[in-house]
């Protein structure tokens, strides 16, 4: 039995979706993004992580108490299958040099896994859309660019980590704020197979319940 698509159709229709998807990091927002994506019926899903499930993960990442030991990529697979009936390709390693296409998001968690990605996406055709999320407690960050045409832009975004905001361990993230990045994200990726424009850069604050202009 396939899913009924029918009520998303005038924003997305998944049967004219051809373009690849990758996702790089499966944590907190890789996580959720990949299920809201493949319930939006995107088929081709790529997703890296070499991490495994902890219990300080549940509270915060779609995964369950049964999959704690477990790879990520392997717990997601099983999961977004059982949910959705879409078999991501799940790669369990962190993401080193491998080659990219199409729409990429990145869902890391730190400045240094960032430039990696972004030296392979840098001016090199073949990515249509790189979103990378980034997030603090209750702020969460969007940048959505061609990595091609806005090298500059993004650029200016990628400072030291000594420069980073350090939430202590306690105040790093929670469950809604993950939420509503990934909706953001999957609004972003709907928008763009759409044809429409969308925000290079976008920073929501969840706790004043605003997006903040830039």
């Not at 420069?163 to 929670?174: D, F, Q, S, V």
Request: neutral net charge; contains cysteine.
């Amino acid at each position: 039995m396939t899913s009924d698509y029918t009520r998303q159709l005038d924003l997305l229709d998944p049967s004219k979706v051809k373009t690849p998807l990758t996702i790089i990091g499966a944590g907190s927002v890789g996580s959720f993004t990949a299920l809201s994506l493949a319930k939006m019926g995107i088929q081709d899903i790529t997703v890296y992580d070499g991490d495994t499930v902890e219990e300080h993960n549940i509270p915060n990442q779609f995964y369950r108490m049964e999959d704690i030991g477990r790879p990520k990529v392997a717990a997601l697979l099983d999961i977004v299958y059982e949910f959705t009936g879409v078999e991501i390709k799940p790669v369990n390693e962190l993401y080193k040099d491998q080659e990219l296409k199409g729409i990429v998001i990145s869902a890391v968690d730190s400045m240094k896994a960032r430039k990696l990605i972004w030296r392979r996406l840098k001016g090199i055709p073949g990515v249509d859309l790189y979103i990378d999320a980034r997030m603090g407690a209750e702020v969460g960050k969007l940048y959505s660019i061609c990595p091609i045409q806005d090298v500059k832009l993004y650029q200016q975004s990628l400072h030291a980590a000594k420069e980073a905001l350090h939430e202590p361990c306690t105040r790093r993230t929670i469950v809604y704020t993950v939420l509503g990045i990934s909706a953001y994200i999957c609004g972003h990726v709907t928008k763009f197979l759409a044809g429409e424009s969308i925000k290079k850069e976008l920073t929501i604050d969840f706790k004043l319940g605003m997006i903040v202009p830039q």
